[in-house]
Nanobody, 116 residues
Framework: QVQLVESGGGLVQPGGSLRLSCASS????????MAWYRQAPGQQRERVAT???????DYADSVKGRFTISRDNAKNTVYLQMNSLKPEDTAVYYC??????????WGQGTQVTVSS
């Protein structure tokens, strides 16, 4: 079964940084458009960043200028560099494929907590 495995979360102080990773076991991963999502308690899942197979990127307004999405196709991995973190960035972060009708099975996600 193809999996997405997110990692790199943790507890960080406001203003700090984290780098999340999303690894896939699928060998054709490099043809996919991928996205990072997050879900805070009691809230709907929100898409925060997107990267095409050609490297084009897009960001939610809430993270623009602070987060950077990138990919290493040789490693079947997508990254999310998060800088200047705020308490409102606290959430479980997930990755998946776009468009939605081609989604893969969701991984467990990785918890990011921004708190002093």
């Amino acid at each position: 079964q193809v999996q997405l495995v997110e990692s790199g979360g943790g507890l960080v102080q406001p203003g700090g940084s984290l780098r999340l990773s999303c690894a896939s076991s699928r060998s054709i991963f490099n043809t996919y458009t991928m996205a990072w999502y997050r879900q805070a308690p009691g809230q709907q899942r929100e898409r925060v960043a997107t990267i095409t197979n050609a490297g084009g990127t897009d960001y939610a307004d809430s993270v623009k200028g602070r987060f950077t999405i990138s990919r290493d196709n040789a490693k079947n991995t997508v990254y999310l560099q998060m800088n200047s973190l705020k308490p409102e960035d606290t959430a479980v972060y997930y990755c998946n494929r776009l468009p939605r009708y081609l989604e893969m099975n969701w991984g467990q996600g990785t918890q990011v907590t921004v708190s002093s």
